[in-house]
């Protein structure tokens, strides 16, 4: 019985702890092994869960589609220099992460006249958009993959060049999804990121909508992706190029 008192006394203190740091409940009951942590208290742009120090922002869902196709956009993104960029070859298969109404997959379609683009989104409406564009525009090289929040849904070792324009920082689960498309690459396949640069207070866009290179490069690291380099030529947006080791060529350098 002589314990008893004490027990007491641990049991306020630990509960104390709890109250007046409500974040540590959350990361108390997540395992040892979690990369993610919740925040009960966050940023009302995102979804309270932070990955590697970043908030996962919110996804634009399928009604903010018209903002994708708008006509300002090549003034505001060029994203004709991002096709420009990627060097692709005619055979390559291109994975569009996040393809949203395929705006990106229906212009570097075109380049891969014996390849294809893999529209990749975790919503169907939005894959319902990328069908009727496709009969629209008689493109048929574009193939509708429906991903889940965990698993971009590709076949080990398939593709070329996996691409995210604005959509990565979005991610609900970014480690899943990554360590998905790093075996769903070829030895060689690269990674390209384009995000709004996070170091530019200046660019109009809301914080958890935009990331620093850093960030990134953390990020990639960690699913083992190797950072190639970055290219700085958009307005407002970073464009970021890893690639999946080749073990055999990495040993060579």
Request: hydrophobic residues 40%.
């Amino acid at each position: 019985m002589s314990n008893f008192p004490h027990f007491i006394v641990t049991l306020v203190v630990i509960l104390s702890c709890l109250l007046l740091n409500p974040t540590l409940t959350a990361q108390a009951a997540s395992s040892s092994t979690t990369v993610y942590e919740q925040h009960i208290i966050h940023n009302p742009d995102g979804i309270g869960k932070y990955y590697m120090g970043r908030e996962i922002a919110k996804v634009m869902g399928y009604t903010g589609a018209g903002w994708l196709e708008r006509p300002r956009r090549e003034g505001e993104e060029q994203p004709s220099k991002v096709v420009n960029v990627l060097n692709l070859k005619p055979d390559d298969v291109v994975a569009d992460i996040g393809a949203g109404t395929g705006y990106l997959s229906f212009r570097i379609a075109p380049l891969l006249t014996a390849g294809k683009v893999l529209a990749v989104d975790v919503q169907p409406e939005m894959l319902e958009i990328i069908e009727l564009f496709k009969k629209e525009k008689n493109i048929t090289n574009v193939e509708p993959v429906l991903a889940t929040l965990t698993d971009p849904n590709l076949p080990p070792e398939s593709v070329d060049l996996a691409l995210m324009v604005d959509a990565y920082h979005e991610l609900e689960y970014p480690q899943e999804v990554m360590q998905g498309i790093v075996k769903a690459l070829k030895p060689g396949g690269r990674v390209v990121l384009v995000e709004y640069r996070g170091e530019n207070p200046f660019i109009l866009i809301k914080g958890l909508h935009k990331m620093t290179q850093k960030q990134v490069r953390k990020e990639m690291q960690a699913v083992g992706l190797i950072w190639w380099e970055t290219k700085n030529l958009l307005p407002q947006q970073h464009l970021i190029v890893f690639e999946k080791p080749d073990s055999s060529d990495f040993l060579t350098r």
